[in-house]
């Protein structure tokens, strides 16, 4: 089961990171991070790079695509190569998955139109523009297109995928290897959860931004 | 505010992307990937490099140490050169955290010698063999070292810490930045949740071992 994650710059790095340590330990997992050419490809903030060992034009076909999201996405809606490349991996697999803003590159390779989906919080607008139907949940599933919410809930995703693809039992043994039993300090992972302040500090800037 | 983060062969990505993903958003956060030499370096199972910017040799001292752990750890824990290191670093950060057996190094390292640590659950005796005292719980707090439990613990671990090092509602905008909120499709994520047909894959070698 190949299992492909395109990169690309400003990409966030827990959006692929954290399915990646899920679906790792499904059976015969083949995993190739992938970029437009191979080599290191950096996130945002540029701290971190991860390798693309394969280029886009190396791959012919996958059974799981995995994209995520990032600030790069905004720059790459228009992509003709990426979203070609996009369109034909889907065309040949069983799932196409997408994490945080991974979904409006979905949208823009006009994979979503007339479909429910998820992103980001902050991102609404933009997956609407593409004719999703935006759905406020975690995880959307629909027909082979599987959506998540921002950043870490591709964690959730990924094991929610995981159950589909194998069975409950693998999906919650994957689920204790990982120790993923978690416990966040605050209740404020979500706009409807999190305080004014909290959402004064992003809306203001306030918050460190990514480079 | 420099946070190093040391790679080895055999680390778990999550245990390292986790973390960094919250503390990159922290005021003045200058983060660096390090190892005993800087280009890429492999996680299990080998699909996955994450580029070390910098050498241990390379890094004088830093405010935050982010120990990873992982797979790799095992064979590191009489490596006098990593643990000189670390023990370098410790003596003049702020902070000394770890995330799953990244915790096995420091107290390798001899930096747990009868303080309170958490770790992986499967990794409880390493961790007692050098005189820590195992806490069972996500996120340990003891003076300047924080140890987190398995892999995704991280998550939580950096989530506190930002708190500790800036203030309650920057933390909670970080995490509302991420997303984090959290919903996993199962309840199974530690040994006293997990069902027994999920613990007996795990111990019987039937869920796919890290290559």
Do not use: N
């Amino acid at each position: 089961m190949r299992i492909v994650v395109p990169l690309f710059d400003r990409f966030t790095a827990l959006d692929a990171v954290g399915p990646y340590e899920v679906l790792k330990f499904l059976p015969e997992a083949e995993i190739v991070f992938a970029a437009a050419k191979s080599g290191p490809v950096r996130d945002v903030p540029k701290s971190l790079a991860l390798t693309a060992d394969a280029a886009f034009d190396d791959i012919d076909s996958c059974d799981v695509l995995l994209v995520p999201g990032g600030p790069g996405t905004r720059g790459l809606l228009d992509d003709d190569g990426l979203l070609d490349w996009i369109r034909r991996m889907h065309g040949g697999s069983t799932w196409t998955t997408s994490v945080c803003t991974g979904s409006l590159l979905l949208g823009a390779a006009g994979l979503l139109v007339g479909l429910s989906a998820t992103t980001h919080w902050g991102a609404v607008g933009v997956l609407e523009s593409f004719g999703a139907i935006y759905t406020p949940e975690r995880v959307v599933f629909q027909e082979k297109i599987v959506t998540a919410a921002g950043v870490s809930a591709g964690i959730d995703m990924a094991l929610a995928l995981a159950a589909h693809i194998t069975d409950q039992t693998t999906a919650e043994a994957i689920q204790l290897a990982i120790e993923y039993d978690p416990q966040p300090p605050f209740d404020a992972g979500s706009p409807g959860k999190a305080s004014q302040a909290a959402k004064d500090l992003i809306v203001g800037g306030g918050l460190r931004p990514p480079r």
